[in-house]
């Protein structure tokens, strides 16, 4: 059995006990948790999943007992045993019953506990699930929606397509189909087809990610049509595209063989501007993954600084989120965050394009991709993207010049 990156939550209200069994187990290659009460470990219980739980009986809010119920109830996989000093035949029988799997009287001798960690991780083993989904930590109905969808997705050999705008995760949700598939063990490579320069076809196994689909042209469309058709076992296409699913279906620019290839299996990732209900949720939810990582308290959000994150639009979407969410949290004073903690300046993003607000500029935006689409399926022959566009040369070439395209 390996100690390696297993996880031990402590529980007892004398910090000198804490501190010995920190040390104590620390040097056997745990990575220990410390929690001073009942309230303090069902929080920690709740924000990570631990290997084993050992606990003092006396607690100052509570029976070590109490402890031993709710993990057994909520956390079924965490062995959880009991320490104390005030040990009883009737405090053993009640804690056995609850659940513990043993109950020991202080003091305690290094071998005695390096035994009860190896009796409680044998036992973690025994009910721990074969495989345990790797999934967006963030309970909400769109994550638990989409983690359902990757969880599906996973166990497919079919191409998937991701659609969504810039900063949405969908790189990261790739990443997640890979890691619960087959093929979590292969590599994981990236395809920018933004990249001129990328080699389309790479001769690697695993998980081959196509990113930014969109800006391929025939050409290189048709080179990649044949590869998903002949593509051997150990190989999985997953696709993302910064378009809507309406936009690619509907493209002058991207071939109908190509579309049916990639669109079996489809993900529609969403906005912040699509989440405004749940960015309170969120942001709290980010902000205890960021203090874990950190090894701090988390911070908590300040009302009048939560609403500063909601009235901005968030060009960046959730990667500029948690550019902002960081910033702040190393900022701010006492572990809140305040108005003045939120930065929206210098956050690397531009402001998105509003429908509403610049109707003008959003046709414009469109015109550009197709008419920019059908010249690169017609080899820049002006005449047949016309033909293909529906509109006349002439009127073409008035579009070209007067949208700057070259």
Known sequence: MTAEQKKILVVDDEPDIL????????????????????????????????????????????????LVEHVNKNYPNTPIAVITAFGTINHAVETLKKGAFDFITKPISLDTLRQLVITGLQKHETR????????????????????????????????????????????RIASLIHKNSHLSDQPFTVVNCANESVELTPDVPGTLVYE????????????????????????????????????????????????????????????????????????????EQLAEEWNKLPCKIHPSALTKLKNYDFPGNLKELDLILS???????????????????????QPQLNKEMNLERYIEEIEIREITNALAKTNNNKTKAADLLGISFRALRYKIKKLGID
């Open 19 to 66: 501190q010995l069994l920190e040390i104590s187990l620390t040097r056997m290659g745990f990575k220990v948790y410390k929690a001073e009460n009942i309230g303090s470990a069902k929080y920690q219980l709740s924000k990570t999943s631990f290997h084993l739980c050992l606990s003092d009986f006396k607690l100052p809010d509570g029976h070590g007992s109490d």
């Open 128 to 171: 721990e699930p074969e495989t345990t989904a790797e999934t967006i930590h963030i309970d909400t109905s769109y994550f638990n929606q989409l983690n359902k969808l990757i969880i599906k997705h996973a166990e497919s050999h079919m191409p998937v397509i991701i659609f969504g705008k810039r900063g949405t995760w969908k790189k």
């Open 212 to 287: 930014n689909i969109e800006n391929l042209d025939p050409k290189e469309q048709t080179q990649l049509i044949k590869f998903i058709k002949t593509l051997p076992e150990g190989k999985r296409i997953i696709v993302t595209s910064n378009w809507t699913e309406d936009e690619f279906m509907h493209s002058l620019g991207v071939k109908k063989s190509l579309i049916r290839l990639l669109t079996v299996a489809t993900i529609k990732t969403r906005s912040v501007l699509e989440l405004k209900e749940d960015l309170a949720d969120v942001s709290k939810t980010r902000l």
């Open 327 to 349: 910033k702040a949290a190393v900022n701010c004073q006492n572990q809140l965050i305040r108005e003045e903690d939120i930065q929206l300046e210098n956050t690397g993003y």
